[in-house]
């Protein structure tokens, strides 16, 4: 009996440490996987992509008259948008993007089960929040090279 009673408090520990991680990243996978099979059979309604302009810095680009079908995902602000169609006009990237809410709920349901299991969620509010990180932010910032220039 003391055996099962490790075991099974073992596996609950394992499953804390990383099995919600591995949960949670395979629903988001089956997600994905149902949403681009969905954008293949073109179900999905026009009015809900959102457009995305990106400045391309290339020369001698070539122009493209229609969009074409583009597979892959981007993050702002904390909502995933998967990618639709793309063309190349004007020197900007124009991407049409529909916001992939299966997965944002997947990721903040596995977010908050970290923060149940390790105790986050009860923080006391009269302890005022360390600036370290926004010092780290603001000090990579500077030196971040990167052109981020988007419109949506």
């Known amino acids: 009996m003391k055996k099962i009673v ?9 499953f804390n440490w990383y099995g919600y991680r591995i949960v949670t990243s395979l629903l988001a996978d089956k997600a994905d996987e149902k949403l681009v099979a969905r954008l ?24 493209q008259s229609e969009f074409e079908r583009h ?13 639709v169609k793309r063309k190349v006009e004007n020197g900007y ?22 923060k149940m299991t390790n105790g986050l969620e009860g923080s006391q509010p009269d302890k005022k929040q360390s600036n370290s990180g926004s010092f780290a932010k603001n000090f990579w910032s500077e030196y ?3 052109e981020t220039d988007y419109t949506i």
């Open 6 to 14: 490790a075991i099974l408090l073992i596996t609950i520990l394992a």
């Open 40 to 63: 293949d059979r073109e179900d999905y309604d026009e009015s809900q992509l959102i457009e995305v302009k990106v400045a391309l810095n290339m020369p001698y680009q070539n122009e």
């Open 71 to 83: 597979y892959g995902e981007m993050e702002i602000d904390g909502k995933y948008y998967t990618y």
């Open 93 to 114: 990237l124009i991407l049409k993007c529909i916001p992939n809410g299966d997965k944002e709920k997947i990721k903040s349901a596995g977010d908050d089960f970290f």
């Open 144 to 146: 971040d090279d990167r």
